[in-house]
């Protein structure tokens, strides 16, 4: 199976296509449906916010494609996490989905609670019949991170203490070859 996000189609299981009537989510896979003609208009999609976005941990993920259309609305919206689809049931939780159509124009809107580094990703809206908009999301750990740099500020730490110790331990020595010295000049002497 291909999946190519960047067009406006997308390739279903066997190399099989979907009618403009047979809309529908085969076996958990994107499916690909036909060039629209004159007839059924004109479709443009994008996420707003623009391709990147960048999270904590722990916050919320706040998505909304935004389809324009110059006859009749996409029946369906989906929204796709790398290649798995997003909806209530997803085993991941915390999901809400929202679709709202007026005019020219269907937005869907995603929110994911508490993101976690697994929610990094491609995020896709695929809009029935319309091409796909995707976002890359980055999720950073921040308490990962301040382990991290508490990691890094021992080792730092103990490198110190380990050069002042060595330090140290040659200032003796030399103080200790200084004294047989002395010593060695007054017994010679």
């Not at 110059?70 to 809400?96: C, E, F, K, M, Q």
């Not at 993101?115 to 999301?137: M, Q």
């Amino acid at each position: 199976m291909q999946i190519e996000f960047g067009s406006t189609y997308l390739n279903l299981v066997a190399k099989q296509w979907a009618t403009y009537r047979d809309k529908r989510l085969l076996d958990g896979h994107l499916y690909k449906l036909p060039p629209t003609s004159e007839e059924e208009g004109e479709y443009g999609t994008h996420i707003v916010g623009g391709g990147a976005r960048f999270l904590q941990a722990g916050s919320s993920l706040a998505l909304e494609c935004v389809v324009t259309h110059t006859r009749a609305p996409p029946t369906a919206v989906l929204w796709y996490h790398d290649n798995h689809v997003l909806d209530y049931d997803a085993p991941r939780g915390g999901i809400s989905l929202q679709v709202e159509k007026s005019g020219q124009q269907t937005s869907s809107r995603l929110l994911v609670s508490s993101v976690r580094e697994s929610d990094s990703g491609n995020y896709t809206c695929v809009p029935v019949n319309a091409p796909t908009a995707s976002v890359a999301v980055h999720v950073n750990n921040e308490e990962q991170e301040e382990e991290k740099e508490k990691g890094e500020a021992a080792m730092e730490e103990q490198i110190e203490e380990k050069e002042k110790g060595e330090r140290m331990e040659k200032q003796e020595e030399k103080e200790k070859g200084e004294r047989m010295e002395k010593q060695e000049e007054k017994e010679v002497g």
